[in-house]
């Protein structure tokens, strides 16, 4: 038995790489003299950063020389041995020329005038592989974000295309960011390459192996680039490596995987007369980016207010019929912290916020055209599609299940066991809406009505002008007959959530939709109009300044594509 006992010991001792030192080297060439690259730079100073919260300790380099490549990989060399776990990797451009990779270097441009030169000019990927082979490190990591179109257009014909597989020993896993004799995309227009930025996406969550990180980055860029980049690996190893083993105390710090966020799968019970949904229909894609909220499809919605509505204006003349697909909204507007995150990313300029706090406040002093932008990172990031909301969506999110002017007052959408439905009623049959299925909507008519002092309290659902600003601001203009301790902005969540479980959709700040403004419903409130066409974008829901009669579902405002303004912000969308 003890025989036994200490053979499983042994076996299970070679079933997981489990070095005590880990050390990896790190290059991003970007400012090359010709066909120069926007993300490497990004790559490896987050490759890095990452690497290093894993427990590697990283040798990075920025846009260097063949010299300088060659004397990082050999310093990189002789600092392995056989206890220490070895990773090069490498973004920038990349060749293959008879059955060898070339890693360019910064300044080879020039010298490189045929393929020939590639031999002499640049560093083989190969010289890396023998420098980790030589060292008897046990495990051997070669991640190569190198497999954009060829720089060398003037000897192009020549050279194969993208990268080639490489020999290798036992120990040994390569990743390349494409296919073999394939291409990778040119830079994306987000922080990071796709490659890498699914890599990030995964290196840091606990009790994945490495090929399970590789395998989901493969299925991540595939979905992002719609089959066009398909990365791929080749291994030859005995036993299991993690970057964070099942049992570590470490938490994550990175995005989480965008391919499917967690869904309810237990339908809440109904919760009388107070809104139904809960915090467990949200979900994140990564841990910058904003809290989301499943909305369910509608075929019938109905947009705009009703003549008897008090405040009404003629441009809310209401038109039903609307489909609405399932989507996903920001539980709150965007914050500072969130939308500070992509301005740092991007280099772009980061809003003012006037002095009145940044971190989980709403940001504000954004135009359209910085909103759509946000939207547009957070897709690169995630490889999924966000967006801002069109006005109809944002009105049908906004009115939570109901029908009147401001979705706390008088009428209440509850749930009701599907048993109850009556025939105008549909139960959800939607995967992502499962918690739905056993009920259904009651509809605004049937829906009960809340006369408690809390629901008549609109100081606890929005921030508007009211007794706060009234003493602090002392604006000339009607106010709420209420207060809520705001006189500016208030951090989003402060109030409480409509029946979509959504934060602030009346007051707080202004919120960008993706639609141009139309005195009428016309087609507009349900697309979005291009960047080159905006001119008017519509503005909904109101803000911390305004009159009630302002803060109101159906109210309808557009401002120039733009413009900022202390009460504008918004928030945004992901695709079903």
Request: charged content about 20%; proline content about 6%; some cysteine.
């Amino acid at each position: 038995m003890r025989y036994l006992l200490t053979l499983a010991l042994i076996l299970l001792s070679f079933s997981t790489y489990a070095a005590q030192q880990r050390l990896a080297l790190v290059i991003g060439n970007q400012d090359y003299e010709e066909s120069p690259l926007t993300n490497p730079r990004n790559d490896a100073k987050d490759m890095a950063a990452a690497l290093k919260r894993v427990g590697f300790e990283v040798m990075l380099y920025i846009d260097v020389s063949q010299a300088e490549m060659e004397q990082a990989v050999r310093a990189f060399g002789k600092r392995l041995n056989n206890n220490t776990i070895g990773l090069f990797y490498y973004s920038g451009h990349g060749a293959s020329y008879a059955g060898e990779n070339y890693l360019i270097p910064i300044g080879a441009m020039e010298s490189v005038v045929t393929a020939d030169h590639l031999r002499y000019k640049t560093v083989p990927a190969g010289y890396v592989l023998s420098m980790m082979e030589n060292a008897n490190t046990p495990l051997k990591i070669v991640l190569l974000d190198a497999c954009r179109s060829n720089p060398f257009k003037g000897f192009s014909k020549n050279l194969q295309r993208g990268l080639v597989s490489m020999p290798h020993v036992e120990g040994t896993l390569i990743g390349y960011a494409t296919a073999s004799g394939m291409v990778a995309w040119e830079d994306s227009e987000g922080r990071n390459s796709f490659y890498t930025a699914h890599l990030l996406n995964f290196i840091e969550q606990k009790g994945l192996t490495l090929e399970q990180v590789l395998k989901r980055t493969r299925v991540a860029v595939k979905q992002a680039t719609d089959n066009e980049q398909t990365p791929w690996y080749e291994a030859s190893l005995d036993g299991d490596f993690y970057f964070v083993p099942p049992n570590s105390s470490t938490t994550s710090t990175t995005p989480v995987a965008p391919i499917a966020p967690t869904k309810p799968t237990t339908p809440i019970k109904p919760v009388t007369p107070s809104p139904p949904v809960t915090s467990a229909n949200a979900f994140r894609d990564c841990p910058q980016c904003p809290e989301m909220v499943w909305i369910p499809a509608t075929n019938n919605f109905t947009i705009g207010s009703p003549e008897t509505e008090a405040g009404r204006d003629d441009d809310e003349e209401q038109v039903s019929g609307l489909a609405i697909s399932a989507f996903a909204m920001g539980k709150t507007e965007v914050t500072f912290a969130e939308y500070d995150t992509f301005a740092q990313a991007t280099g772009r300029k980061k809003p003012d916020d006037k002095g009145w706090g940044r971190g989980d406040q709403p940001v504000i002093n954004v135009t359209w055209y910085d909103a759509v932008a946000y939207a547009a990172w957070l897709s690169q990031e995630t490889g999924q599609e966000y967006r801002l909301p069109t006005e109809a969506e944002w009105e049908y999110a906004a009115r939570g299940g109901t029908s009147s002017a401001r979705f706390w007052e008088s009428e209440q959408a509850v749930l009701a066991p599907s048993d109850n439905c009556e025939e105008n009623e549909v139960t959800s049959t939607n995967s992502r809406f499962s918690w739905l299925r056993n009920y259904c909507w009651k509809t605004s008519k049937q829906a009960q009505t809340d006369h408690s002092p809390e629901a008549s309290n609109a100081c606890a659902y929005a921030n508007m002008h009211d007794e706060t600003s009234k003493r602090e601001n002392e604006f000339d203009w009607e106010y709420q007959a209420c207060d809520d301790g705001f006189a500016k902005t208030a951090p989003v969540g402060s109030f409480k959530a409509n029946g979509f479980g959504l934060h602030d959709m009346l007051g707080n700040v202004w919120e960008w939709t993706c639609s141009e403004y139309n005195g009428e419903f016309a087609g507009n409130e349900s697309v979005c109009v291009s960047p080159d066409d905006a001119e008017y974008p519509v503005l909904r829901g109101g803000a911390w300044l305004n009159r009630p009669d302002l803060v109101r579902v159906a109210y309808r405002d557009s401002s120039k594509a733009k413009k900022r303004g202390q009460g504008i912000g918004f928030r945004v969308v992901r695709a079903d």
